[in-house]
């Protein structure tokens, strides 16, 4: 079992930056690729990033490619997503995921096994 916990969302205005942290329990969170995803209003879940385990290999959705920056410290069981330029169209609830074994894509939520509660981002223009 792994339990995530997202913070560091809030209100902030179009250009503005924020820094999202996800902290996981458990003695083997090195061993998880870990995703972001974000659910607007009216909008279904869609994918933001991921860090596969070693943290070598990352990927953006189009929309934040330039902007976002996804990040993992395993010895702090820790991942991080870097905010900038953010934009109205950013507001969403972010959700941070971990998966042990992906069996699909890494942009699928189907694909996680682990869910954490959602972090509220508000970006006004």
């Known amino acids: 079992q792994m339990q995530l916990v997202e913070s560091g969302g809030g209100l902030v205005q179009a250009g503005g930056s924020l820094r999202l942290s996800c902290a996981a329990s458990?003695?083997?969170?090195?061993?998880?690729?870990m995703g972001w995803f974000r659910q607007g209003p009216g909008k279904e879940r869609e994918f933001v990033s991921t860090?596969?385990?070693?943290?070598?290999?990352?990927v953006y959705a189009d929309s934040v490619k330039g902007r976002f920056t996804i990040s993992r410290d395993n010895a702090k069981n820790t991942v991080y997503l870097q905010m900038n330029s953010l934009k109205p169209e950013d507001t969403a609830v972010y959700y941070c995921?971990?998966?042990?074994?992906?069996?699909?894509?890494?942009?699928?939520?189907?694909?996680?096994?682990?869910w954490g509660q959602g972090t509220q981002v508000t970006v006004s223009s």
């Open positions: 860090i596969k385990w070693g943290g070598g290999t990352t």
């Open positions: 458990g003695r083997t969170f090195s061993m998880y690729t």
């Open positions: 995921a971990a998966a042990r074994t992906l069996l699909g894509a890494a942009t699928s939520p189907v694909n996680y096994n682990y």
